[in-house]
């Protein structure tokens, strides 16, 4: 099974073009889709799970044409918004059991016994009567996926599920995405690179919603292997470096700018090649988007 | 920086669309506002314009509208905590008082504009085209600005006051609108105080208090006058409320905590234990791979989940039992008026505490309808998890129609309390028979149908409109566009939403007919809502797309396969019933509307009216045989009229006015020596029938002729409620007529000078020489011989006046034979129910010989309360009437008692229909109450004398004679076995509706003896006045009066109206009360009845 996207297209009535003739070929397993906010991505990924209309172009998974056949679609969808509530005087027992009775699981002990896994799987057993109202980020993400995975989804789309997390509660959660099986298309959104590093086998970055990079992370890391080079520099001369080399980033380090440049050859100048991790890849990326005719 | 804070909010609001909405709304609705508040009222000399209607009316809308204040007041606050800034907001420098006060004000000055908009369409409906400017006073600026002062802005600032810190202090918008209900229940516990100086001042409304501070005026001054404000109980009314509100402000100014948590540290240390727990195991556990369903059986589930699920979720809602227990209260504490009759409550019976608990509770359950169905529709967008709804494979239709569900049955629990309370309420008055099966119907077959036909709508347009409060708006200005349809007559069942009313149960005859038509245009209606639903779960938000083009647009792709068949199923079920419906009321019956109904009255009157007083016989002899069908609702009479010349010249044609109804046939007519038959007005269901012979003056005809009335399917709104299962009553009026019929002309004056048609008198002038030999029209006589068999179902009893000469049961139908030994006026009625019986009789002891006069109770089983008090005021009543006026001159006297679709007793020859509801089960204490079960039997007897022995000209005065003497007689025995107190009681009860009635007066009053049809004149002060007479002159000398004037005026051989073909008139009754009077209190009889004295 594949997601297949050809040359989707969006424009939002303000003009905003938030999609431009995106074209993907999404396999099983984890894709990572990295880019700014608004990027586009979450845009992206509401097509995809029938919640917005596209203007044009196609998207197939398998056999289903998820523009059309929205229904068909989200039987074997599990979505997690990058934004969600829950009702706060229910328990996640209850909310849960709700969902798997509307996602189609109409027997009650299967639906008990999947309800009971899911919890379990997703580390919320023990707090299963609490009302949702009390929950930590960390807990509702979770149940976020618990409920994702309830109708075991074949395709499986989750929006900036970390955003807000502590490193804790991000490790916990990755456990219980790393676990899912290769049978599923699993979409990550998200504008935290290390999220795709860990996690992902394939991944595209977008921009001003269009596709500018897409390929396997470390083949992607290998291909800017000895064009990265760093320097700390004094705040008064970024801008200067800036018009002299292409900076992809600036961060900063002991409270001084480091800069990031990308360079064919080692340009000298204090410069020190750094091994070139995807965060670089990213901002290349990213940089050259915006900057096209530095390029 | 509180300015800030003001500006900041009043910005905001600029910007928002529902300012505008909520305005126009206001707007719009204050155009027809005094039409609306007084819909139905007689302005009598009222102005349309005048203060007093434009204090009610706005105090009534503010009112009704407060829901809107607490739409804006309640989310100034709670807004924050809904978007989540609080934080942001509470933890800058502002200060607390700052931001409440900045809050506040803000929020009142948009509350203020969005009111400003009933001053402006008030003013503006003042020009609308439909107000005559003979109802109108000259417009003032002034009178409204004044009245929005004191009236609106005070109570709008306590609803403000309210509504703003119960928002601010629960963060809970549900439970803001149920301060609403609580307002309201204020508003009805106010009516239970008796005070009414207390009743003024405690009004939220101040509905009852611009009636207190005018109560002394007249109606002109009532039409005219400005309310008095300074000083009154106006002015310490609007001071406590306003009062009211700066303590709610003070009181959530100190409660209002500046803080982002609302107390949860219980729950927050309860997570931070469990958030330890080790993560270890977890990928050892599989997730089984459970069967997911898309099926019929698998959607079954779901809308079983989904109606129970939000179910619980209202439920755990602390406002919604707010609501369901102010509901429950209202009942207990409230005075409630059962089916009161002149300050007499009746028995707690189930169908009055139903009634009673329906009115009561009707504003709870529209609120709970408009409000909860927004909150359910937008249930997940609130909670934000609509996201996650959206992209699962559920049904939009099944959620929604879930959700449907789910509001019903709120309104089941709603009604169950209810009940439960009705039945304490009865318990607590001593009252067990509580017949839980009117219980249920009442609520269940009557309300809850239509409740849940407007939920559709209520779902539908919160499914179209994608927001919340403009949808709340628009659902309410469906509801009330449904009203007005109504009134303005578009209100046939197939196309006025929800179709008719079940119409009135009353014991006798349960719902009768009405059940079977009504349930069924409620199934044709619920299809439809069905159909509703299915379109608005097409068009519902789902996803991000909200805009409702994009979204017509993308429902064709929604319609999936089940759906589709769901839907073309229900259609053709809703096209079926509906032509099944069609088919009953505009095939076999006629539907008129109300323009086509004018339309005819006019054409009649303008084609028929020259034959009004064309000489035509009078109906000397009547000898029907009659079959009732009560079940089938049908009956056939057969038989003959001899009809007789008694005018001067001779009659060559004989017009004949058969009923309008075309389930009433005139199956055969025939004339002695035959006639010719002319159709030309057939239209109008008047025949003229030429006779072969001329009718010479003196000579009489015999007319044979059978009708028949043919109950076919059902008509369209609540058909005729005379021929019923158990409980017919019909008079011979139903019977064919003679002549031209007065009661078909168009009524209302207003109408008719549109139509240019002359205005038309109630009564004709006391000289008019052509109403003077009328009593009443149709065929009048001086007298009949009245003979009748009348049948009916085997187990009940068929009752008309006369003798019962042979009783027999024959095919399985009883039969009974009534005849008159004496003549009759030519006023009869046919009774048939299943009876018990109550007998006795009196033997009369005035005259020579001993007369024994029978007389019998009819009554529905276990309506024997007052049964005794009945039959003891037959006899008192036979004994004073016979005694001082003349004697009895039937063999036997009946009271029967008949379903309460109509509220009255009325007196026919020796016989008293009775409705249910006035005397049968009223609850009487004699040391409180007026026995008005007592009264009445006297007042309906003396009729037998007024009425029966003496007729009244068709002319003014004609009421004084027949019910102002018959109220004098019926005192005189209430006074006779009654203490003075009741007598004085009954009094003032008359006084108080005399100056009720002379308050709606819109012409001039009339003295007594030139009134017309004021009940206030005829029954209240005629009461008055005769009592005050009897107590001048003497009660012997009134009745000596009377009975000079029976012997005189009475159609059978008075000494006066046997010479003259006129009937008697005010002017003759009052020569025989100046007769009696003393020459030096002669000044009494023209105070108390030629003049308009005031009290």
């Not at chain 2, 149960?505 to 059940?515: F, I, P, Q, R």
């Not at chain 2, 000078?753 to 004709?764: F, I, M, Q, V, W």
């Not at chain 2, 006391?766 to 065929?779: F, I, P, Q, Y």
């Not at chain 2, 009077?1077 to 105070?1087: C, G, K, S």
Request: with cysteine; proline share 3%.
């Amino acid at each position: 099974m594949e997601l297949i996207i050809n040359n989707l297209s969006k424009t939002y009535s303000n003009g905003i073009k938030a999609l431009q003739n995106i074209s993907l070929d999404i396999p099983t397993g984890m894709f990572g889709l990295l880019g700014p906010n608004g990027a586009g991505k979450s845009t992206l990924m509401r097509t995809l799970s029938t919640l917005q209309e596209a203007d044009s172009g196609s998207v197939f998974l398998g056999d289903i044409d998820v523009l059309k056949q929205k229904n068909e679609l989200r039987q074997v969808l599990g979505y997690l918004p990058q934004q969600f509530g829950l009702y706060p005087k229910i328990s996640a027992e209850v909310l849960l059991n709700h969902f798997a009775v509307l996602k189609g699981i109409a027997n009650k002990s299967e639906r008990q016994e999947l309800v009971k896994a899911l919890l379990e799987k997703t580390n919320l057993y023990e707090v299963r009567k609490q009302n949702l109202k009390g929950y930590s980020g960390g807990m509702k993400q979770r149940f976020g996926i618990a409920q994702a995975l309830l109708n075991n989804p074949k395709l499986l789309i989750v929006d900036e599920p970390t955003a807000g997390l502590d490193p804790v509660e991000r490790n916990r959660f990755y456990n219980v995405l790393s676990e899912l099986g290769e049978h599923t298309v699993v979409i990550l959104s998200t504008h935290i690179v290390d999220d795709v590093k860990e996690l992902c086998t394939n991944m595209a970055i977008i921009n001003q919603g269009q596709v500018c990079l897409k390929g396997n992370p470390s083949q992607i890391i290998e291909d800017l292997k000895g064009k990265v080079y760093k320097k700390t520099i004094e705040k008064p001369e970024l801008n200067l470096y800036k018009q002299n080399y292409q900076v992809i980033s600036e961060k900063l380090f002991l409270g001084k700018p480091t800069i990031h440049i990308l360079s064919d050859n080692n340009p000298g100048d204090g410069f020190t090649g750094v091994n070139a991790d995807l965060e670089d890849v990213y901002f290349s990326e990213i940089f050259n988007n915006t900057n096209p005719k530095s390029n | 920086m509180w300015y800030n804070i003001f500006k900041f909010e009043i910005q905001y609001r600029i910007k928002r669309p529902d300012t505008y909405v909520f305005f126009l709304f206001l707007f719009l609705f204050s155009i027809v506002g005094v039409d609306f508040v007084f819909q139905g009222a007689d302005f009598g000399a009222m102005k349309k314009n005048s203060p007093f209607v434009i204090a009610k009316t706005m105090g009534a809308i503010t009112g009704i509208f407060m829901i809107l204040a607490s739409m804006i007041m309640g989310v100034s606050v709670l807004r924050d905590f809904e978007y989540e800034i609080e934080s942001l907001i509470f933890s800058t420098t502002i200060k607390k008082k700052d931001y409440l006060l900045g809050r506040f004000l803000g929020s009142f000055t948009v509350l203020l504009f969005v009111f400003s908009g009933v001053l402006f369409g008030m003013m503006l409906g003042e020009f609308m085209p439909w107000h005559n400017p003979n109802y109108l006073l000259e417009f003032s600026f002034l009178t409204y600005l004044k009245t929005f002062l004191i009236v609106t802005l005070p109570t709008l600032f306590f609803g403000a006051s309210l509504f703003f810190v119960t928002g601010a202090l629960s963060r809970n918008l549900v439970v803001v609108y149920t301060q609403g209900i609580f307002l309201f229940v204020v508003f009805m516990l106010t009516k239970a105080i008796t005070n009414q100086f207390w009743q003024a001042i405690l009004d939220p409304f101040s509905l009852t208090t611009t009636t207190f501070v005018t109560k002394s005026w007249s109606a002109l001054e009532r039409g005219t006058q400005s309310i008095p404000f300074f000083g009154g109980a106006l002015m310490y009314n609007k001071l406590f409320w306003f009062s009211l509100g700066i303590l709610a402000l003070l009181y959530g100014y100190k409660k209002f905590n500046f803080n982002v948590i609302k107390n949860k540290q219980s729950k927050r240390k309860k997570v931070q234990v469990s958030n330890i727990e080790p993560v270890s195991d977890a990928s050892a556990i599989t997730i089984p791979d459970a069967e997911k369903q898309y099926g019929m059986l698998s959607k079954w589930t779901q809308l079983k989940q989904f109606s129970w699920f939000y179910f619980l979720n209202i439920c755990k809602q602390s406002s919604f039992w707010a609501i369901v227990i102010c509901g429950m209260v209202i009942i207990l504490i409230n005075s409630v008026s059962l089916g009161t009759v002149y300050g007499v409550d009746s028995y707690p019976a189930t169908y009055f505490i139903v009634e009673e608990l329906k009115e009561t509770s009707i504003y709870f359950f529209i609120i709970i309808l408009v409000f909860y169905s927004g909150e359910l529709v937008w249930k997940e967008r609130g909670a934000k998890l609509n996201l996650i709804y959206d992209a699962t494979a559920m049904s939009s239709f099944i959620n929604l129609a879930g959700k449907y569900i789910a509001l019903n049955l709120i309104y089941v629990v709603l009604m169950l309390a209810l009940i439960s309370s009705g039945i304490i309420f009865q318990t607590l008055n001593g009252y067990y028979n509580y017949e839980f099966s009117v219980y249920f119907s009442g609520f269940f077959l009557e309300i809850l149908p239509s409740l849940a036909l407007f939920t559709f709508i209520a779902f539908f347009v919160q499914a179209l409109v994608n927001h919340k409060f403009v949808g709340i708006m628009v659902v309410i200005i469906l509801f009330i566009s449904t009203i007005t349809l109504g009134v303005f007559g578009f209100d046939h069942d197939l196309y006025f939403f929800g179709g008719r009313s079940l119409g009135t149960y009353s014991d006798m005859n349960g719902y009768g007919h009405s059940l079977k038509p009504y349930l069924l245009i409620k199934s044709y209606w619920l299809f439809f809502g069905i159909l509703l639903l299915i379109i608005g779960s097409l068009f519902i938000v789902r996803g991000t797309e909200t805009n409702l083009l994009k979204r017509l647009k993308i429902s064709k792709q929604r319609i999936s396969k089940p759906l589709f068949i769901f839907g073309s199923v229900i259609t053709i079920i809703f096209i079926l019933l509906g032509s099944f419906i069609f088919y009953n009321t505009n095939v076999l019956n006629d539907y008129w509307t109300n323009s086509e109904a004018t339309e005819f009255r006019i054409a009649y009157e303008k084609n028929l009216k020259s034959f009004e007083y064309l000489p035509q016989p009078k109906i000397v002899d009547v000898n029907l045989k009659v079959e009732l069908y009560p079940l089938s609702r049908n009956y056939t009479a057969e038989g003959y009229y001899i009809l007789k010349n008694t005018n001067e010249q001779p009659i060559n044609e004989i017009h004949i006015q058969k009923l309008l109804e075309r389930s009433v046939t005139l199956d055969t007519i025939t004339f002695e020596g035959g006639a010719t038959e002319n159709n030309k007005y057939a239209t109008y269901n008047y025949t003229i029938y030429q006779l072969n012979n001329t009718l010479n003056p003196g000579d009489s005809i015999k007319m044979n002729f059978k009708q028949s009335l043919t109950t076919k399917g059902f008509e369209s709104g609540n058909s005729n409620s005379t021929i019923v299962g158990n409980g017919t009553f019909f008079k011979n009026q139903d019977f064919p007529t003679i002549g031209y019929s007065r009661k078909i002309e168009l009524n209302d004056n207003d109408e008719r000078s549109k139509y240019n048609l002359p205005e038309r008198t109630s009564r004709a002038s006391r000289d008019d020489m052509t109403e003077l030999v009328n009593a009443r029209s149709g065929g009048d006589s001086d007298g009949i011989n009245f003979e009748m068999i009348i049948g009916t179902e085997i187990n009940q009893t068929a009752i008309a006046p006369g003798n019962l000469i042979k009783q027999w049961t024959e095919n399985n139908r009883s039969y009974y034979h009534y005849k008159m030994k004496q003549p009759i006026v030519n006023f009869y009625a046919m009774v048939s129910a299943r009876y018990e019986l109550k007998k006795d009789k009196w033997i009369s002891k005035s005259d020579s010989i001993t007369k024994h006069v029978a007389l019998e109770i009819y009554y529905h089983k276990g309506h024997d309360y007052n049964i005794d008090r009945m039959m003891l005021s037959m006899k008192a009543s036979l004994n004073y009437y016979s005694t001082h006026f003349s004697p009895y001159q039937y063999e036997q006297l009946r009271i029967m008692e008949f379903p309460r679709y109509a509220q009255f007793a009325q007196s026919f020859p020796g016989t008293v229909p009775f409705s249910e509801s006035i005397g049968f089960v009223l609850d009487i204490d004699d040391e409180t109450d007026v026995d008005m079960a007592f009264y009445v039997t006297a007042h309906e007897i003396a009729h037998q004398w007024f009425g029966m022995q003496v007729a009244a000209a068709n002319v003014k005065g004609r009421h004084l004679i027949l019910e102002t003497l018959s109220q004098y007689a019926a005192m005189m025995v209430l006074k006779e076995h009654y203490p003075k107190e009741r007598v004085q009681q009954f009094l003032d009860i008359q006084n108080d509706r005399y100056l009720e009635g002379k308050r709606r007066e819109s012409g001039q009053e009339p003295a007594l003896e030139f009134v017309e049809n004021q009940e206030y004149i005829y029954y209240a002060k005629g009461a008055i006045n005769m009592y005050a007479l009897q107590k001048e002159i003497g009660e012997d000398k009134v009745n000596l009066a009377l009975k000079r004037f029976i012997n005189d005026w009475n159609i059978i051989d008075g000494s006066m109206k046997n010479h003259t073909n006129r009937y008697a008139t005010s002017k003759d009754l009052l020569g025989y009360f100046k007769e009696v009077t003393p020459d030096n209190q002669q000044y009494i009889i023209t105070e108390l009845f030629e003049s308009v004295c005031e009290f």
